[in-house]
């Protein structure tokens, strides 16, 4: 007999790459569980990545969170029994998408967060969009349910990263001056603020980073949230 896994709902399109990355991850992740041809159950509405742009820029977090609830609701609607916010600034609505749409948010901080805790760090640098660095729905998360003392680069790095996240990693071709503006930022954070791991919690940065820049411990959200979630699927502890 074989096992049924729950029904996701992902909101994606931030971006459309990256929510191609979630489903690719969290489909691996339940066949090599369940084994044969065994695949996950998942609803996916891919939003237009520029209208959640101009959300953030604009600093509307009231409309992109009605078009998350207003999503999670057609999701609901449609068969799912959880939903997921693919980018992290997203993560802003989560609350009021739970509320508003009576599904549990499988949240991403909280995938990372567990597994930096597994790994017994405490002092974590955080890249991120400027509202993941700097309002606390995400730091006072990482914070306040884990504990984490939570550093972020400078202002004058957090005030250019949306440009550089929204504006540029989305090229197909990364100017390599943006890639060094980011590389900077990560390794101020080691030498000067004494981090001892790091989260890249802006999906996006997967792009720039390979193990030639990476110099302590770092953990890339996108993955972790995929397997948390592939977990769920599997109704297994995530």
């Known amino acids: 007999m074989t096992k049924a896994t729950r029904v996701v709902g992902l909101i994606g399109g931030m971006s459309w ?17 369940l084994g044969g041809i065994h695949s996950a159950n998942i609803l996916i509405r891919s939003l237009d990545y520029a209208k959640i742009s101009d959300f953030i820029a604009m600093k ?6 009605d078009l998350f609830c207003k999503t999670g609701k057609e999701l609901k609607s449609a068969g ?23 599904l549990p948010v499988l949240h991403i901080a909280d995938f990372t967060a ?11 640098g955080l890249l991120a969009t400027r509202a993941v660095m700097e309002d606390d729905f995400y730091k006072g998360r990482l914070k306040g349910r884990f504990g984490l ?3 972020v680069p400078d202002h004058e790095f957090r005030v250019q990263a949306d440009r550089l996240i929204f504006d540029e990693l989305s090229k197909d071709k990364v100017d390599p001056e943006v890639v060094s503006i980011i590389h900077s930022a990560y390794q101020q954070l080691v030498r000067e ?5 790091m989260i890249l919690g802006c999906t996006e940065f997967r792009l720039v980073f ?9 953990f890339e959200t996108t993955a972790l949230h995929a397997k948390g979630v592939a977990d769920w699927l599997l109704d297994e502890k995530a």
């Open 149 to 151: 003392d939570v550093v």
């Open 210 to 218: 390979t193990p030639e820049n990476i110099t302590v411990p770092t």
């Open 80 to 102: 799912a029994q959880a939903l997921v916010l693919c980018a992290n600034v997203a993560h802003k609505s989560a609350g009021d998408l739970e509320r508003q749409s009576g």
């Open 114 to 124: 567990r597994e930096i805790v597994k790994q017994s760090y405490k002092r974590v």
């Open 17 to 33: 790459k990256t929510t191609a990355l979630y489903y690719e991850a969290i489909n691996k992740q339940v066949a090599a569980k």
């Open 193 to 197: 603020k004494d981090v001892e791991c």
């Open 60 to 65: 509307n977090y009231e409309g992109m969170t």
